[in-house]
């Protein structure tokens, strides 16, 4: 599954987001495409390659043809939705545009303790803002993104003026916006999280913290305005999710010494028929030197009140074990191959999208051998 990870080390914005888009690939004439179905005129969009503390990186700017951006285009939701409904853009595309501004008048009206409706976005409702919304979207599309992750953020310190007055970073509808996420501030006195950057990433992504096991394809940078101490830039990575089968899981287990152990067979048969995900047996010695044998059930957290009654039906156990584990597997496929002694059943285990083992079904070649009448142990060798 194609993933992102954003690396936040130094703050996100919303122009950093379409610079490290575009640095991965991203085509500007066709964002601008895309871009124009806003219907919003008297702007053009520019990328150029910058350095940044010794690192390249992608500079994305927006300029109204009037020489001078608005900072105070004042604009409700219901003025965004009608932009964003009258445009023709793709319905998943508008949905989540309006689900970013929605996420911004939240916030703004829990701050101000005022409707949504009677919010009006200030700096927010500036074309710039609309234009690194959407085109964020665009792109995370374009590229093919199905999951976005992000570090925890670096958000800054020291003061910030908006319209308001001057406010300590975060603002106060960043702060709003990133509650439940991981924040921090390296001392570095600038407003490293946006309104919004903060917006897009706090909607967008699914979780925030460690990057997650992926198959790196390519690293992105965007380019913040401002030179700091560190590269202001956000660094992204792109790749394909490692998708390991991680469960927690119930193991039941129980130490038996005194039951004819040609009931063993039949139990560990009947438990894997009502669910068991494995179940197998040790031979143990316990106290005084008796032999015994230890049933081990790997279990379902929903199946396990049923797979412990079946030990205590079928075995003389007075007690099981139950504790929770985490089962980790490969990504596992079955696939049908036709063979020098027909068609054949095999699972195909792979890690980080690599094959790593490739085993026939044994009940396949069983038959095979039956109906041939030729060994087992060749069908193997054969196939």
């Given at each position: 599954?194609?993933?992102?990870?954003?690396?936040?080390?130094?703050?996100?914005?919303?122009?950093?987001?379409?610079?490290?888009?575009?640095?991965?690939?991203?085509?500007i004439k066709f964002l601008e495409?895309?871009?124009?179905?806003?219907?919003?005129?008297?702007?053009?969009?520019?990328?150029?390659?910058?350095?940044?503390?010794?690192?390249?990186?992608?500079?994305?700017?927006?300029?109204?043809?009037?020489?001078?951006?608005?900072?105070?285009?004042?604009?409700?939701?219901?003025?965004?939705?009608?932009?964003?409904?009258?445009?023709?853009?793709?319905?998943?595309?508008?949905?989540?545009?309006?689900?970013?501004?929605?996420?911004?008048?939240?916030?703004?009206?829990?701050?101000?303790?005022?409707?949504?409706?009677?919010?009006?976005?200030?700096?927010?409702?500036?074309?710039?803002?609309?234009?690194?919304?959407?085109?964020?979207?665009?792109?995370?599309?374009?590229?093919?993104?199905?999951?976005?992750?992000?570090?925890?953020?670096?958000?800054?310190?020291?003061?910030?003026?908006?319209?308001?007055?001057?406010?300590?970073?975060?603002?106060?509808?960043?702060?709003?916006?990133?509650?439940?996420?991981?924040?921090?501030?390296?001392?570095?006195?600038?407003?490293?999280?946006?309104?919004?950057?903060?917006?897009?990433?706090?909607?967008?992504?699914?979780?925030?913290?460690?990057?997650?096991?992926?198959?790196?394809?390519?690293?992105?940078?965007?380019?913040?305005?401002?030179?700091?101490?560190?590269?202001n830039v956000l660094r992204v990575?792109?790749?394909?999710?490692?998708?390991?089968?991680?469960?927690?899981?119930?193991?039941?287990?129980?130490?038996?010494?005194?039951?004819?152990?040609?009931?063993?067979?039949?139990?560990?048969?009947?438990?894997?028929?009502?669910?068991?995900?494995?179940?197998?047996?040790?031979?143990?010695?316990?106290?005084?030197?008796?032999?015994?044998?230890?049933?081990?059930?790997?279990?379902?957290?929903?199946?396990?009140?049923?797979?412990?009654?079946?030990?205590?039906?079928?075995?003389?156990?007075?007690?099981?074990?139950?504790?929770?584990?985490?089962?980790?597997?490969?990504?596992?496929?079955?696939?049908?191959?036709?063979?020098?002694?027909?068609?054949?059943?095999?699972?195909?285990?792979?890690?980080?999208?690599?094959?790593?083992?490739?085993?026939?079904?044994?009940?396949?070649?069983?038959?095979?051998?039956?109906?041939?009448?030729?060994?087992?142990?060749?069908?193997?060798?054969?196939?």
């Amino acid at each position: 599954m194609k993933t992102i990870y954003f690396d936040c080390f130094s703050g996100i914005s919303g122009d950093m987001i379409l610079g490290a888009l575009l640095d991965l690939g991203l085509d500007i004439k066709f964002l601008e495409k895309e871009l124009q179905k806003l219907k919003l005129k008297d702007y053009k969009i520019a990328a150029k390659k910058v350095v940044k503390n010794g690192i390249t990186a992608t500079k994305f700017d927006l300029v109204e043809k009037q020489g001078k951006n608005k900072k105070h285009n004042h604009k409700n939701l219901n003025e965004i939705v009608r932009i964003i409904n009258h445009s023709r853009l793709d319905m998943d595309i508008g949905y989540k545009i309006k689900k970013i501004f929605q996420k911004i008048a939240t916030a703004e009206a829990k701050v101000h303790n005022k409707s949504i409706q009677d919010i009006h976005f200030h700096e927010i409702g500036a074309l710039d803002t609309i234009i690194d919304i959407a085109g964020a979207v665009i792109g995370f599309k374009k590229l093919g993104i199905e999951k976005i992750y992000a570090s925890k953020l670096n958000v800054g310190s020291g003061f910030v003026k908006f319209s308001h007055g001057k406010w300590p970073v975060p603002a106060p509808a960043t702060a709003e916006m990133l509650k439940n996420i991981p924040i921090y501030n390296n001392k570095t006195e600038f407003e490293l999280v946006t309104p919004t950057g903060a917006a897009i990433i706090s909607t967008l992504a699914e979780k925030f913290g460690e990057i997650p096991p992926m198959d790196l394809e390519k690293t992105g940078y965007g380019s913040g305005t401002k030179d700091l101490e560190q590269p202001n830039v956000l660094r992204v990575f792109l790749g394909e999710e490692i998708e390991a089968d991680d469960a927690t899981i119930n193991v039941i287990e129980t130490n038996i010494d005194n039951m004819n152990p040609e009931i063993f067979p039949y139990v560990i048969e009947k438990l894997m028929q009502n669910g068991a995900l494995d179940a197998y047996l040790t031979s143990i010695v316990m106290k005084k030197n008796r032999a015994a044998i230890k049933i081990t059930v790997l279990s379902k957290v929903d199946d396990t009140d049923k797979l412990s009654k079946i030990l205590f039906e079928e075995t003389t156990t007075l007690g099981v074990r139950i504790f929770p584990a985490t089962r980790k597997t490969l990504e596992r496929e079955i696939k049908e191959i036709s063979t020098l002694h027909g068609k054949v059943r095999y699972k195909v285990s792979k890690f980080r999208n690599k094959v790593k083992n490739i085993s026939p079904e044994y009940e396949d070649l069983v038959k095979i051998a039956r109906k041939r009448k030729i060994p087992l142990r060749r069908v193997y060798e054969e196939n």
